[in-house]
């Protein structure tokens, strides 16, 4: 932690904020400068982010030295971490694809739908069951019934399943259905639901919030990890700016900016960053191209009937179409495609 | 609703289009223009919201006639809601101002800052028994015991006690012992704790979410009153943008926005709008003078001791130089500061 | 200046880092954590300005510690900037509102809305001839004649005149007519342009940028006044975020924060900040409540037909109602409603 | 243009509206719902748009059902638009790459520049002779002198020479040494300089402003064509978002938002989107996925001791790095690297 104190303070102010950061244990160090004075205090940083310094008097500014997430970076992990999915693995080798409905509509949608994911190469197959939507008057997804209907078409096919969790009293629910469990972006802060998954043995697929930080998501991340869950997928999503010609901007630099911060893996969503079904391949491509660890993508058999999110989900020979067009981009960044089964 | 078609769009996209929409028991009007055509559809535009007008070929936007909120909008009520408090109310004819501490820290801290702020004029004390904290290593309150220290303090002083709920499975824990349910920003997309807290008859402090636009504040308290929970508080606290000289950007407008389109009443929450102790007092004076029902004002006894948001909290004489400022702008609005004791 | 070097900078990158900055004049101090080095660099910040830090070798962030504006700041001057403007000034003890309708239309509109906005208390009389607009098929205003309108107006009402300049060819020619030059939001960073209103001897009325932080427009301030002009009044006037309720979104805070760093006088535009007509007079009052200096307001005798902001603009009556709600708020700031004749 | 009323909008109000919008030579057709009327305006909409309809009595909401810019639209062009650059082209086949420093800083480190870049494959040799600064007080160009060096330098390797222009005095001059003029993000609604630059033929690179929406950004290339100007190249360069990890935030989806409204070329910036080395290959590898025409790249001798943006500069090795990067994805999109000579 570094402290920049204000052009007035006084001898005396400085020697009570050292007081404060010394008292903690750590050491202080002084420039004196001719108009304001940096002190730099070393030792165990953690211990003064409790401390409002800010409101100490003679003091300006404070920046943070160390990174406040630890499980989650880079620098704490030998190297990139893999995670299990089915027959194949979510990591830095191959490039995954997750596909399926917003919603679990029915068995028979939700059973074409992994069929032909499946053969054109998902890696796992997508579907809500409990549905996470800004009007109390929209559908609010099957519930337990959608669960079944996720496991009954694992079984049949082989794809394993992702799918949301909402309610920290659900966890166990959705656990038990679930191969990955999703927390949606309005829930990435819902700290209670994330301490929850990191008691799990399951992988925890996290979006990011729309006005969160990578800082933010990292942190996020931390709450799972520091519970003992270390299988979590990073999911940038697009975030909340003025630009409304698309559904929310898509914040591409996330990727490498979070490949270079940590060992987790990164997912993007193409589908709710651009909220259209034409920019579901060019931010397919470029993802990949910026060196994401495989993609989250909305497909419904007859995307204009669709429950929720019609308007953004691909159709069978457009998804397959998708996965023809990644192809010569995952290689280019020399991935392969991973399936699960 | 209203349908704007593509300029290419032909006879039989467009009566595909109508063919839809009239499915669903709306009737549509067409206006002909030389390059697109115009479809009004009259009914009732909630059927139409489960439909993906937007992948219907020939669609090129759609735009919403009807608020997607019915019980918060200011349509539907004959006038502005009055919530109980203590032996006052919040509502149109007064200015009432809930203060104390980020964090239960203690049951000392507590009494003294609830005596204090009473004596100011303060309407009710907050204080957070569970804390959402951004970081897992961060302190996380002092739970059930500190909503007994709540209601030891409440019991002394008269004061009614507001505090913030963040877990569905602690709603009717927090519910025994607090008289308003806070909803924190980073959870007012929570549906399910929305959906529980509207099952209580407990007033509800909805804070509006960091990348909450004013719509989505309105449906999150529709949420909460579409189970019959109708005495919901709306609380601008800032909103995340570029600028970063204050900790969050204070949305002023959006409370004379928020009267106009709802009539539940609006607080703002100074202290982490600005994230400074200095802005307290001018972003209160505005929030007054702009037409704000009360405010949200963190105060501690020792600010520079607090285990959170010390940067932000007031000490007890500068509360009490706030409460002696807002007078004139309370005034100047036609209201009186409100108690409740 | 502080340096923090990267968790596997080597002995000889902090050295490399040091002889850098020391070459430059200035002294460096070192901190050395378990994990990091800080280097405070004491002496002239400004020389390391021109130095790309982060591309050294082993550097992992970089603190400016000194303001990068000098002129601007509340510590250059002695106390708070006056600008005569007609018979009055704007500062500290007043508060003054320039109104008239956003384009010069024609004398006789500029004439009445002059009586008018006097008559009610208005400082200053604003209309542009030269207009910025998004669309190239849109009004561009009347140039010169609109100019010559400004000037025949003051004469016979005596009420100032202010009025934007777009164009570094326009300045003389602007300058001939007007006694304050508006600088518009499109225009804040067009540094061309600042220079040469630097170089006047003319009050410089600055409009914050839409996506301006509050260091870039007192950065821009400080290029007028590096130019000998220190008559610069600075002007929030909304930014541009995700919410679309309001036209933009008014940065309150950007008041108090401003009054804190710099001397000079600072308005609000509460027109285009909250672009509607029902929404300036709760954004004036919060502005005189929050500290501002002064306003720029929207009149135009007839909105409905307006050329240009018609839907922000008052007419002769609401401005007079808003003159009028506007004196308690004034008053409890201890200030007067400022006039110019 | 499509108008909705107010809830309690009266047959009058109605029929007012109806008389504004048809007295400027449009039709109306009305759909009469429960609660609302919708009235669709039938004609030239160009007319409306000087109208303030939302201060008519009554209305709600306007809604555009045209495209305000239309030498800019697609739909207007047979196909898309090529621009000759040296002895190739900018457009749909190839993907030229622009590179050179940030300021010209000297003859000697422009030719080494522009020499290998050129073996390296870019289209174009870019540098700044006037240079926009946040401070009044950082290097600030060589201004002619700066043209001279690349007018020298374009001799030598026959590179065409892309350069900045700001203010409307130096556009003749900037345009008898420079073979495309660019317009930089702070001057891209600077509207006095767009018509200037429309007058002359020699291409424009338009490069977004930080808050510009996409709309914003086209209607600024409409300024430009209005003028008579054609050749307008468009530039992603990142907006300004809350997130602080990157310098700006890289809008990748405006690059197939802006293929689909437009027939112009689109470039990005990622040395500017991203503000970091490490992040232009990512960055570039995304763009040339998303479909982009090309880029504009910084590339500097010794990025160490560049004068301005050595943060985010390529040395000539890392660039000779990226164009080899760039090849396969380049050819996954159907294209070939365009170069000039």
């Known amino acids: 932690m570094i402290i920049v104190t204000k052009a007035g303070a006084t001898r005396e102010d400085i020697d009570h904020i050292r007081e404060r950061v010394e008292s903690l244990g750590l050491r202080t160090h002084l420039s004196v400068g001719e108009h304001r004075t940096i002190i730099g205090c070393v030792g165990d940083e953690a211990r003064l982010q409790s401390i409002p310094l ?49 919603s679990v509509e029915g068995f028979d949608m939700m059973q074409s739908t992994a069929r032909h994911v499946s053969a054109s190469g998902a890696a796992g197959v997508r579907g809500g069951a409990f549905k996470p939507r800004s009007s109390p008057y929209s559908f609010q997804g099957l519930g337990e019934e959608g669960l079944r209907i996720l496991a009954a078409v694992r079984e049949e096919t082989g794809l394993p399943v992702v799918t949301e969790v909402m309610d920290t009293r659900q966890v166990e629910l959705v656990a038990g259905y679930a191969d990955v469990l999703q927390i949606g972006a309005r829930n990435m802060q819902n700290f209670a639901l994330l301490t929850e998954v990191g008691r799990l043995h399951r992988p925890v697929l996290l979006k990011r919030g729309m006005s969160a930080t990578i800082k933010d998501l990292l942190l996020a991340a931390e709450y799972v990890m520091s519970q003992g869950n270390m299988q979590v997928i990073l999911c940038e999503r697009g975030i909340r700016t003025f630009e409304t010609a698309t559904r929310n901007t898509f914040d591409l630099a996330a990727i490498p900016v979070l490949k270079r911060e940590t060992h987790l893996p990164v997912f993007a969503d193409p589908s709710h960053a651009g909220g259209s079904r034409a920019l579901v391949p060019p931010l397919s491509y470029a993802a990949a191209a910026a060196g994401a660890d495989g993609l989250l993508v909305e497909v419904h058999p007859d995307p204009e009937r669709a429950t929720s999110d019609g308007d953004q989900s691909l159709s069978f020979s457009e998804f397959e179409a998708l996965m023809n067009g990644l192809t010569p981009f995952v290689e280019a960044v020399g991935r392969a495609v991973a399936t699960a089964v």
């Open 54 to 102: 800010l409101s100490i008097p003679g003091v300006e500014a404070v920046h943070e030295v160390l990174k406040p997430y630890k499980l989650a970076s880079r620098e704490f992990s030998g190297g990139e971490t893999r995670i299990p999915l089915g027959h194949g693995e979510i990591g830095p080798d191959g490039f995954s694809v997750i596909a399926g409905p917003c």
